[in-house]
């Protein structure tokens, strides 16, 4: 069983930054990870994807912006956020893919004030 804790979240001004990071309770070797996120009464969508070689795709609203990135030792995987904007508000969630099933953190909150 997999446990995902997203953390790092927070309230910041348009044009600032976070370090959203996503630990795991067991490895994530080998297994490609995911952010993704949500906005009150909007669908969830993907905002960036790494692979288990490192190799890493982005939501076009985001590209130039958002990193991601993983430290397999650390159990641990990254999304930097740069030059924030308020419509990147939203609850944002770890995804972790598996053969079997996906496995989803909690989710934390980020709010970008104008």
């Known amino acids: 069983q997999v446990q995902l804790v997203e953390s790092g979240g927070g309230l910041v001004q348009a044009g600032g930054s976070l370090r959203l990071s996503c630990a795991a309770s067991?490895?994530?070797?080998?297994?490609?990870m995911s952010w993704y996120r949500q906005a009150p009464g909007k669908q969830r969508e993907l905002v960036a994807r790494?692979?288990?070689?490192?190799?890493?795709n982005y939501a076009d609203s985001v590209k130039g912006r958002f990193t991601i990135s993983r430290d397999n030792a650390k159990n641990t995987v990254y999304l930097q956020m740069n030059s924030l904007k308020p419509e990147d508000t939203a609850v944002y969630y770890c995804?972790?893919?598996?053969?079997?099933?996906?496995?989803w953190g909690q989710g934390t909150q980020v709010t970008v004030s104008s």
């Open positions: 067991g490895s994530i070797f080998g297994n490609p």
């Open positions: 995804n972790l893919w598996t053969f079997s099933r996906d496995y």
């Open positions: 790494i692979t288990s070689g490192g190799s890493t």
